[in-house]
């Protein structure tokens, strides 16, 4: 297992040239040593900036990049001893795979017999070890992108960089070569950044996740935190489903998520510690292992239940009927975000 | 089968064939007088010949004059395409790194050389190059045929760049390579069909040239050309046809290996 290092980001601010708001909005952030850390967002939010901004392609308008305590802010991408791999895999087509994969050694001037013992050991790691001849125009997406994994991984660099990875690649493949991502992770114990627009990915693969909107760090936490106790309607519909009504208090929602809500008839009644609201059902979608039913309240609310697909649903499309839920799993939310939101979608 | 596979089978049609050996012919047929004529063993032009003999390739490869308008036209034609190759690969390059309008214009500008008269280009390097002293001088004709090379080479090398992968320069420095790394082991070996073509355009385009080249002539510096033009000028001998035939071979040899290596991309 190789050393661990930590990246600490402060302050960082980058203006982009005639933009009016900057890309990346005084952004503070610490990575801890082995960590996997996931930027998440949508489009625009700037996490793939701050990935740049990392990677030293990108550099600061005002902030810094440390790792291990060490100011590498105007570092050139060469020195940083960092690993990246991009959404378009960029292996070099005129070389073969295992030249690719040992073109980092060949930089750091590693001996040819030491190059040739790596690169056979790290394509076993990702399962290409028959395919070191061939060119990468040979190879599928998914096996491209297990080369570019090898390839940044070879050389230990302080952490591994990804760039939305999995982005080009069709769903089964995704999910294969996710878990292949979480293994590497956990054999190499490195640290990651992980950049996706993919909520499920982001919950499935990491240690922590930031979540970013109009250039800012909305909320930081761990995938269960997150989806708990987000703490803006942004981060409650950026992260799973959930049923959204009017607050308490101006400027505030409640949200329940769609497994927290269960259907009865109208005429039931709620027992201790429940809360019920009268919904219609607008639509009832079966999910394999669950039935999702989409439900509309007096008000306009719109929301979702998701019931288990044991239990035969005694509803139809268009009934009235009551949504039940436990007073503990409802959530406050701040609606600040809500402007963003809608701009971003 | 589809109606497109059976349509291509039977080839293009008639007229799309007669016209392209109607083409091939006006360009062609020419060739086919002075390449015939050259191996004459008259003492006059003929064509076509009514005996055959090798007496006027004997004389231009033995004669003093021309051999060396023919290696001066080689030496020049080498160090221009070399020059040009530099000088483009960097402007393409370049071109691609600054903002578009900009790019755009200077485009325009590196591509002057294709679009005014050689003759005035010829006028304009010859009063220049007179006040520089590069007038009859083997570096001075080099630089005016690099000038008139760069579009090509431009030209060629950004047709390449267009679908050149940024991110692989990202993807180098990352895995540790700096600058000219990335660009001796990963731009150049990519680029490296468009670059050929360059190389191979800028010879042929300068091997060729003609009007500057008769500009800045003297009785020392004289290009296979220029030299062709003053024996017509003195007495028609088919010594003429001779030389025709080496531009005409060298030419197409070159223009060869440009196209074997476009059938051969990545």
């Known amino acids: ?345 | 089968m589809s109606l497109f596979s059976m349509r291509r089978e039977s080839g293009p049609g008639l007229f799309l064939r007669s016209m392209t050996l109607l083409t091939a012919i006006l360009i062609v047929l020419p060739t086919f007088v002075v390449i015939p004529a050259s191996f004459t063993a008259g003492e006059t032009f003929q064509f076509p010949p009514q005996e055959w003999s090798l007496r006027w390739y004997e004389n231009f490869f033995t004669s003093r004059m021309w051999l060396s308008s023919l290696l001066q036209s080689l030496q020049i034609a080498s160090f221009t395409a070399v020059l040009a190759t530099v000088l483009g690969v960097s402007a393409a390059i370049g071109l691609t790194r600054i903002p578009r309008r900009t790019g755009a214009v200077l485009k325009l500008f590196f591509s002057l050389p294709l679009t005014v008269p050689s003759v005035v280009i010829g006028i304009a390097i010859y009063a220049v190059f007179l006040k520089w002293h590069l007038a009859g001088t083997l570096s001075g004709l080099v630089l005016a045929h690099t000038a008139l090379a760069i579009p090509f080479v431009i030209t060629t090398v950004a047709a390449s760049l267009t679908g050149y992968d940024n991110t692989l320069d990202l993807a180098s420095s990352s895995l540790g390579a700096g600058g000219i790394t990335t660009l001796l082991r990963i731009k150049i070996p990519l680029l490296a069909p468009g670059v050929i073509s360059g190389f191979l355009f800028a010879f042929v385009s300068s091997f060729d040239e003609f009007v500057v080249a008769l500009f800045l002539q003297t009785p020392r510096l004289r290009t296979l050309p220029v030299q062709m033009y003053n024996s017509i000028a003195l007495d028609m001998d088919p010594t003429i046809s001779a030389a025709s035939s080496v531009i005409v071979v060298a030419t197409t040899i070159t223009f060869l290996l440009v196209s074997l290596r476009a059938g051969n991309k990545f």
């Open chain 1, 1 to 345: 297992m190789m050393k661990k290092h930590s990246i600490k980001i402060s302050n960082a601010t980058r203006y982009y040239p005639g933009a009016a708001k900057p890309a990346i909005d005084d952004v503070s952030l610490d990575i801890a040593p082995g960590e996997f850390m996931t930027f998440l967002g949508p489009s625009g939010s700037g996490k793939t900036t701050l990935l740049s901004i990392i990677a030293g392609f990108v550099t600061l308008s005002a902030g810094s990049v440390e790792i291990d305590g060490q100011d590498i802010t105007n570092l050139k991408p060469h020195k940083r001893d960092l690993g990246v791999v991009f959404q378009q895999y960029a292996l070099f087509p005129h070389m073969t795979v295992s030249q690719n994969v040992a073109y980092p050694l060949r930089q750091r001037g590693v001996s040819k017999a030491e190059i040739e013992k790596k690169v056979r050991h790290v394509l076993d790691l990702v399962q290409l070890g028959d395919f070191a001849h061939r060119l990468p125009r040979q190879l599928s997406g998914g096996q491209q992108q297990r080369v570019a994994l090898a390839r940044a991984v070879v050389y230990e660099p302080r952490a591994l960089l990804l760039d939305e990875p999995l982005g080009a690649l069709d769903k089964r493949l995704r999910d294969r070569l996710q878990l292949e991502i979480a293994r590497m992770h956990r054999e190499l114990g490195m640290t990651f950044v992980f950049v996706t627009h993919d909520q499920e990915e982001a919950l499935t693969l990491s240690d922590r996740i930031a979540v970013f909107n109009n250039g800012r760090i909305v909320q930081i936490g761990t995938p269960t935190e997150l989806y708990q106790r987000p703490n803006s309607l942004f981060v409650a519909r950026f992260l799973g489903e959930s049923t959204v009504m009017e607050g308490p208090n101006q400027g505030t929602s409640i949200i329940v998520r769609p497994e927290h809500i269960s259907l009865k008839g109208l005429a039931n009644n709620c027992s201790e510690g429940e809360l019920s609201k009268p919904a219609r059902i607008t639509d009832i979608a079966f999910a394999g292992a669950h039935l999702k039913v989409g439900l509309a309240f007096a008000g306009g609310a719109i929301g979702s239940s998701l019931i288990t697909a044991g239990n035969p649903l005694s509803f139809q499309r268009g009934e009235e009927v009551l949504a039940v839920w436990n007073r503990e799993n409802q959530h406050a939310v701040a609606n600040e975000n809500v402007a963003a939101d809608s701009a971003a979608g």
